[in-house]
């Protein structure tokens, strides 16, 4: 049966069913909104936590950065701290060393009027390159010592490097009979110029930070080959350079004609005949035990082994070490000289025309067919008050020069003693040098 009051009550409620129907469903939508932004805020909470302990770290590793800095601020305040001690260290260094030259220039002068070494001293101070005013003491005190004979160089790193002067002269006034011909010896000719005077190291050379000194109470320098020997005199400044043959020809023809010819270190810290005469052994030893280095300490013999018999001579020349020598080779037994004390590069020697002979004492080599040049540069005797030594020659390849001596060549080591038996890379500890120096 159809009831109308129902069907009325129903078609009556629809909208209002519609209605409700539209507000759950706008419920439903915000619910569904919120739910979302629940989701995004929790997202956004996480992240937010992470950003919260990364900002954290940062602040952590930025502290620790804080304390880092100031770690280093304070070690720069100490290394500054240090650095102005160290400065006030220096400025009192340096007033006390200028005190120290005052009073070297006061003993100085005291010893020139003393002595009457003004006009020495006028003379030396026109001829030697002016020394930092600190330093300048040491030099003038050893000048003052010696009378003018030996001076004191300074190198390009400011060590001090003590040298002898020998003065110039004539051929004809060191042998009157001839046997060197006449004029101006060659160790005073530098190409066109002349030089009142040459000076030699007054010790056997060492090296020091790559620089070759002349120094008293070293052990001389050895296991240097030749290249090596030059280039360390070479370094050590303009005007320094490696003994030349011409050198050594003039001390040792200066000495012989004043009828001394100096001994040395011939036997192990002693002379080989004069035995009382001794000296410090680098190693310490004996002297005379052929154990150990019998190499001497620089100039700490008696006068005898200085080059004219006084404490300011030049000391050394004779045993000890054999010395390279520069401005003269030997080429399959054919000997090139250089023409002067200029010292060319050695393809600027000049061919003698003459052939050394084998081993045999120096004296005895036959000079037949020898110019002037060779005696006057000592490779050959001139015939008269020639000095000892022997020739040690090998005939084949290039062989460049020593001269002196060794600490066990006995009565073979002298003036005249010539060493042409070895290449130019050779190195032991009985061959060493000496520099020379010449004022730029």
């Known amino acids: 049966m159809f009831d109308a009051k129902a069907f009325e009550y129903t078609a009556a409620m629809e909208p209002r069913r519609q209605q409700m129907n539209a507000v759950a469903d706008f419920v439903n939508t915000k619910a569904d909104e919120v739910f979302s932004n629940a989701q995004f805020a929790d997202t956004a909470s996480g992240q937010a936590g992470q950003s919260a302990t990364e900002a954290a770290q940062s602040a952590a590793e930025a502290s620790d950065s804080a304390q880092e800095a100031e770690l280093d601020r304070i070690a720069v305040a100490d290394m500054r701290d240090e650095s102005v001690s160290l400065a006030n260290s220096a400025a009192s260094s340096a007033t006390t060393a200028a005190n120290k030259a005052g009073e070297a220039q006061a003993f100085r002068d005291q010893a020139a009027q003393i002595s009457g070494l003004d006009q020495v ?14 330093i300048d003491g040491l030099r003038r005190s050893v000048e003052a010592a010696s009378g003018g004979r030996m001076t004191v160089f300074y190198t390009s790193g400011g060590r001090p490097s003590y ?9 004809e006034d060191i042998a ?3 046997e060197l011909g ?18 030699v190291g007054a010790y056997p050379g060492v090296v020091m930070g790559g620089e070759a000194v002349s120094q008293p109470g070293l052990a001389p320098g050895y296991s240097i080959n030749y290249d090596q020997a030059r280039a360390a005199c070479q370094a050590a400044g303009a005007g320094f350079d490696l003994m030349t043959i011409w050198d050594w020809a003039a001390v040792s023809l200066w000495c012989m004609a004043r009828g001394f010819e100096p001994r040395g270190n011939t036997n192990h810290g002693r002379h080989h005949d004069n035995r009382w005469e001794t000296a410090a052994r680098q190693d310490g030893g004996i002297p005379g035990d052929t154990g150990g280095i019998g190499n001497i300490l620089g100039g700490s013999g008696p006068a005898e082994w200085r080059h004219d018999g006084t404490m300011s ?17 030997m080429v ?5 000289l250089s023409p002067d004390n200029a010292i060319p590069s050695e393809s600027g020697y000049s061919d003698t025309l003459f052939d050394l002979p084998s081993n045999r004492t120096w004296s005895t080599v036959d000079n037949t067919g020898a110019d002037d040049a060779l ?6 005797p001139k015939g008269v008050d020639d000095p000892q030594g022997y020739l040690y020659t090998n005939l084949t390849g290039e062989r460049l020069p020593f001269r002196g001596g060794a600490r066990g060549s006995g009565a073979f080591a002298g003036l005249g003693a010539l060493y042409l038996g070895l290449a130019r ?3 032991s500890n009985s061959f060493g040098f000496r520099p020379r120096f010449r004022n730029p």
């Open 313 to 329: 001579g030049i000391s050394d020349l004779v045993g000890n070490v054999w010395e390279w020598l520069s401005g003269m080779k």
């Open 176 to 178: 009157p009979g001839g």
């Open 332 to 336: 399959d037994a054919r000997v090139f």
């Open 425 to 427: 890379t050779y190195s």
């Open 182 to 199: 006449s004029g101006l010896h060659e160790a005073f000719k530098f190409g066109a110029e002349t030089d009142p005077e040459i000076w």
């Open 163 to 171: 040298f002898v002067r020998q003065p110039a002269f004539l051929c």
């Open 375 to 380: 005696k006057r540069a000592l490779i050959v």
């Open 121 to 134: 001293e006028q003379a030396v101070d026109a001829a030697l390159p002016t020394a930092p005013a600190l």
